[in-house]
Every structure is written in structure tokens, then in C-alpha cells.
């Protein structure tokens, strides 16, 4: 059985609070009278957007077959120095192969208990970054929204001022949404960059994806019937991980083909006599755009490795995640991991085994 927050509390957090939104849409044009910044042009098209409860898609697909093949290609080309990490991440879904088991909820409590467990949570990170969380988690009544859309964080800069939207579903999933979206508010409000993306900040997604591993422990530390779920949770984000870096390997390795601008069936023949993977394979593989797997993907890999730090040592694995958070834009993206000794794949294989060892118990069980 699969149990989701109750309509009760879907009810009271359905819509972010119009008349906040109305009064910063004010404050914000009296600002642009006098100061004419495009930025606070911009913020002020955001809260009119947010009125209208409409949420656009992370990562718009490109509209012809040849510009997505452009896209990836482009992006493939930018992290030619995480490749050799990629390949050799790949290749732990031999260890993952077969393991098949659906995920069940078996946690229902009310969303006032469920904030509760998110605040208690970042509160007892780092102070630091409690000052920043719990600064936002105090406007949730005006700033978080349950919604039947994909779950964002949207931060309107010249306020300084996070919005927050959750897509609805079971229990486990709403908290991890949550803390996810809690952590990028957090990272944006460490620097306040013009923009979030993974152009000019590759690590965007490395702090809420450390911030779900971690969280997925506390889970375990305080519920005694928990520890099947957030296995499961693991081994599946994991599974999806990998496929990405499966998917990224191999568009790696024929970037040519990639470049020659076929159209979609002549591509997908070409890539499917080069390998031994199907047709369908490859259809699934151009549903997703490689810059969103990249955008996940290498955070990911990050996290894992931050994750172990952790449990060796919480105190400097949270001031290094606090680096990386505020690394600016671009610049040594690389590079600093080594300085951080956040080696990738160090304990991917640890990690993916664990995770293994879990599930097949579980299926004896």
C-alpha cells in the first residue's frame, strides 16, 4: 500500500499566498522606477508568472532532432574531463543488473510533522547553513507549495527570497523533494548568483543530492521500520544514475555520428549497428538531453564521495559541501574536488555493493 500526504494538508499548501506575491510584484516596480535594472525587471516577470500557478519544465527539449543532437554533443565537449570518470561509473550497473523491487511506502504522518522532521534535520547540519534554512523555512506558509507538477526552487534575487514547490506524491518522496529543494534555496542564498543553471555552475545539483543521501539516514537513526524504503530509494536513484552515465558513455564515444546531423531513425540505425543495443534503447536514450543527465550525473558522484566523508568525519564533509557550494560559477569545477580528496568512484563500488547486499536481503526476506 502506498500512503500520500492526506488531502487535508494538500489542501493548505496547494498555492503559494497571492497577496505576498502581489505585495513584493509592488515593492519590486517601485524599485525599478528608480533603478531600471534588468534583473529586477525580470524578478518581477517571475512573480507574475507564479500567479498564475504555472511551472515550465527544468530542461526544455529541444524542437528538431538535429538541434538536440547539437545540444549534447555541445555539452558532452564541456565535460570531456569528467569522461574517464563517467566510463568507469558506468560500468558498476553490472553489479546493480536484475535487481528488481518496487518501492512501497510504509510512513504516514501529517505535513506539520513532516516540516518538523525537515527542520530538525538542517538544524543539526552546521549552524551556518541552519542561519540560511531556517530563514526560508519560517516563510512557509507564503513561499511552499504541494503541487501536482515537477518539483523547483525559484529564488527572486533582488528580494532574496526563495519559493519553493513540491510535487505531490507518497510520503518518503514529498520529505526528500523537500529537503532537495530546501538545499538549492540554501546554496543560492550562499551567493546569490545571477542564475542557477549548470552553464555557469555545474555543481547546482551536488548539495541537494548529498543533502538526500544524508537525510535518508536520519530516517533510518529515528524510525526502526524504515530502513527496506530507503534502500529501495537508493538502489533506485542509483539505477537512473547510471543509465545517464551509460548513456553519456556511449554518446561519448560516437560524438562524430552525433555531429553528422541525420535525422532521428537514420541516427538510431547508425548507433544500433555500431553496438549491440536496440533501437528502443537508443529512442530512451534522446528522451532525455544530455545536459540534464550531466547536470545530475557528476553531482551525484560528488555526493557519494562527500557521503563517505561524512561518515568518517560530518564536520569537514559539510565545510567542504560549504566549498563547493560557494564555488564561483565554473572555475576549477574539476579541480576542486581533488583539492577536497572527494576522489570519484573512490567509493562508488562500496556504495553500489552496499546497496546490492541491502536488496537482496530485503528479497529473501
Given amino acids: 500500500m502506498i500512503i500520500y500526504i492526506n488531502d487535508g494538508d494538500f489542501m493548505k499548501y496547494q498555492s503559494y499566498n497571492k497577496s505576498k506575491i502581489k505585495s513584493q510584484i509592488k515593492e519590486l ?72 523491487y518496487k518501492y512501497i511506502d510504509t510512513w504516514n504522518i501529517p505535513m506539520s510533522s513532516l516540516f518538523s522532521f525537515v527542520h530538525d534535520f538542517y538544524n543539526s547540519l552546521d549552524k551556518e547553513i541552519a542561519k540560511y534554512f531556517n530563514r526560508i523555512f519560517k516563510e512557509r506558509r507564503n513561499n511552499f507549495k504541494l503541487s501536482n507538477y515537477r518539483s523547483c526552487m525559484l529564488t527572486i534575487r533582488s528580494l532574496n527570497y ?10 518518503i518522496t514529498v520529505y526528500l523533494s523537500m529537503v532537495h529543494e530546501y538545499a538549492h534555496a540554501i546554496a543560492d542564498a550562499y551567493l546569490q548568483r545571477d542564475t542557477l543553471t549548470s552553464d555557469k555552475y555545474p555543481y547546482v545539483e551536488y548539495f541537494p543530492l548529498l543533502i538526500e543521501l544524508l537525510a535518508l539516514d536520519r530516517l533510518n537513526d529515528v524510525f526502526y521500520d524504515l530502513e527496506d524504503d530507503t534502500t529501495i530509494i537508493k538502489k533506485e536513484k542509483l539505477n537512473l544514475m547510471l543509465s545517464y552515465a551509460k548513456d553519456i558513455s556511449i554518446e561519448s564515444y560516437y560524438l562524430e555520428t552525433l555531429n ?34 550531466l547536470t545530475y550525473l557528476i553531482p551525484y558522484m560528488a555526493a557519494i564521495e562527500s557521503y563517505y566523508q561524512f561518515q568518517e568525519d560530518p564536520k569537514l564533509a559539510i565545510e567542504n559541501a560549504k566549498t563547493i557550494i560557494k564555488l564561483p560559477r565554473a572555475k576549477e569545477y574539476r579541480s576542486i574536488l581533488d583539492k577536497l580528496d572527494l576522489n570519484l568512484n573512490e567509493h562508488s563500488q562500496e556504495f553500489a555493493t552496499d546497496v546490492k547486499k541491502k536488496i537482496l536481503k530485503i528479497q529473501q526476506n
Fill in 29 to 100: 516596480e517601485e524599485l525599478y522606477e528608480t533603478r531600471k535594472l534588468k534583473s529586477i525587471k525580470n524578478d518581477i516577470e517571475i512573480l507574475q508568472e507564479l500567479l498564475t500557478d504555472d511551472n515550465e519544465e527544468v530542461f526544455p527539449v529541444p524542437y528538431l532532432f538535429k538541434d538536440l543532437l547539437m545540444d549534447d554533443s555541445m555539452y558532452i565537449r564541456k565535460h570531456q574531463a569528467f569522461i574517464n570518470d563517467i566510463n568507469k561509473f558506468a560500468s558498476l550497473s553490472k553489479i546493480m543488473k536484475d535487481l528488481e
Fill in 162 to 171: 526563495s519559493y519553493l514547490n513540491v510535487e505531490r506524491g507518497d510520503t
Fill in 260 to 293: 553528422s546531423f541525420k535525422n532521428k531513425k537514420d541516427t538510431i540505425n547508425d548507433l544500433k549497428n555500431m553496438t549491440n543495443l536496440s533501437r528502443r534503447y537508443f529512442k530512451d536514450m534522446f528522451s532525455t538531453i544530455a545536459r540534464e543527465k
